[in-house]
Nanobody
């Protein structure tokens, strides 16, 4: 059973940065698309970014383009989400998830099968 461990969340001031990590101990991420999603209280879960392990292709939500960067370190079986210029509206629980790489990139959380437990990001002064 593929399971993820997210880390790197916390409290940061507006304009600050955080780097989230998504690791899958004991598994190689070579055959998956890894996505980052977020869910704020009272809102639906939304796609933030995703990356294909095979092609390296990426996708970003319009709301984070130019501020967030998704990368992967295959040697460490870890995917990162670098978040810069954070805004209060970025506050949410952030989750990483996976779908088979052959299925391609997707921003729809319903199309992801394996999920982590989430990490809280709070942007506030």
């Amino acid at each position: 059973q593929l399971k993820f461990v997210e880390s790197g969340g916390g409290l940061v001031q507006p304009g600050g940065s955080l780097r989230l990590s998504c690791a899958a101990p004991g598994f190689t991420l070579d055959y998956y698309v890894i996505g980052w999603f977020r869910q704020a209280p009272g809102k639906e879960r939304e796609g933030v970014s995703c990356i294909s392990s095979s092609s390296g292709n990426t996708h970003y939500a319009d709301s984070v383009k130019g501020r967030f960067t998704i990368t992967r370190d295959n040697a460490k079986n870890t995917v990162y989400l670098q978040m810069n210029s954070l805004k209060p509206e970025d506050s949410a629980v952030y989750y990483c998830a996976a779908r088979p790489v052959v299925a391609g990139l997707s921003a729809d959380p319903e199309e992801y099968e394996w999920w982590g437990q989430g990490t809280q990001v709070t942007v506030s002064s």
